[in-house]
T-cell receptor, first 116, second 114 residues
């Protein structure tokens, strides 16, 4: 398997623009997580899905952030409108529940977002 | 709710010296514990995990960690570090009853001096 795939790897956008980050989880995984990493706040869980259903979105910072998972192989994280303080690295991760050997999360390479 | 504390934000050590990165957790239920490593400009990679059984867990790259329930700790150790171990290390926890939400500590930056 190719692992968790995120796109784009880098995104530079102007304040006020809409930004969409994409994630393809590992096939067969039923959990998908979106994390944000910054120097100030470390690694924060934004939202996670189980079987395409959002389970906990308490980490989503504001209404400007939204996430969807239309099917088992694709998820998006959208920021509209974007602000400079949204600049961070956004990670997608997936995992599969089904026995002790499958409880860890596998991470993508991340999307480095810069809002100017 | 569970939480993870990594007391050391940075740990400098000399090459071939031993290292210990500290991790303490709090939870009212049984948990799974993990250590991840993040190399510059990359995603997180699993080093090792504790699910049950032996409290001493061995991982990749010569790392090991010991689960201590009474002290609610899961410290990471390596007897002799290499320059290539320079990275950020994250301790993480998830609830035993729900293998879903994984909470990460703030990370420890390990820097190796020649």
């Amino acid at each position: 398997d190719a692992g968790v795939i995120q796109s784009p790897r880098h995104e530079v956008t102007e304040m006020g623009q809409e930004v969409t980050l994409r994630c393809k989880p590992i096939s067969g995984h039923d959990y998908l997580f979106w994390y944000r990493q910054t120097m100030m706040r470390g690694l924060e869980l934004l939202i996670y899905f189980n079987n395409n259903v959002p389970i906990d979105d308490s980490g989503m910072p504001e209404d400007r952030f939204s996430a969807k998972m239309p099917n088992a192989s694709f998820s998006t994280l959208k920021i509209q409108p974007s602000e400079p303080r949204d600049s961070a690295v956004y990670f997608c991760a997936s995992s599969r529940r089904g026995g002790n050997s499958n409880t860890e999360a596998f991470f993508g390479q991340g999307t480095r977002l810069t809002v100017v | 709710a569970q939480s993870v504390t990594q007391l050391d934000s940075q740990v400098p050590v000399f090459e071939e010296a031993p290292v210990e990165l500290r991790c303490n957790y709090s939870s009212s239920v049984s948990v799974y514990l993990f250590w991840y490593v993040q190399y510059p400009n990359q995603g997180l990679q699993l080093l090792l995990k504790y699910l049950s059984g032996s409290t001493l867990v061995k991982g990749i790259n010569g790392f090991e960690a010991e689960f201590n329930k009474s002290q609610t700790s899961f410290h990471l150790r390596k007897p002799s570090v290499h320059i290539s171990d320079t990275a950020e290390y994250f301790c993480a926890v998830s609830r035993y009853s729900s293998a879903s939400k994984i909470i990460f500590g703030s990370g420890t930056r390990l820097s190796i001096r020649p």
